[in-house]
């Protein structure tokens, strides 16, 4: 599958049984993968194994409790 990944997006950071909404930025291919807030504020992940995933086309998803 292809996709881009360079330029900016939205996405979730699913945490301790809390969804919450960050951006992603990459500046080009040798860049690295930026996460932050919504506010800008760089995102802090949990200690441990983290898993990123892409999903393309997904706009209408609904996270509930």
Do not use: C, H, M
């Not at 997006?9 to 951006?23: C, E, F, M, P, S």
């Not at 993968?33 to 760089?42: A, I, K, Q, S």
Request: a negative charge.
């Amino acid at each position: 599958r292809q996709f881009d990944d360079i330029g900016t997006g939205g996405g979730y950071y699913l945490t301790n049984g809390v969804a919450i909404r960050i951006k992603w930025s990459k500046e080009s291919a040798t860049a690295p993968l930026v996460l932050t807030y919504e506010d800008g504020t760089p995102l802090v992940i949990n200690t441990g194994k983290t898993f990123i995933a892409y999903a393309n086309g997904f706009s209408n998803i609904i996270i509930s409790e």
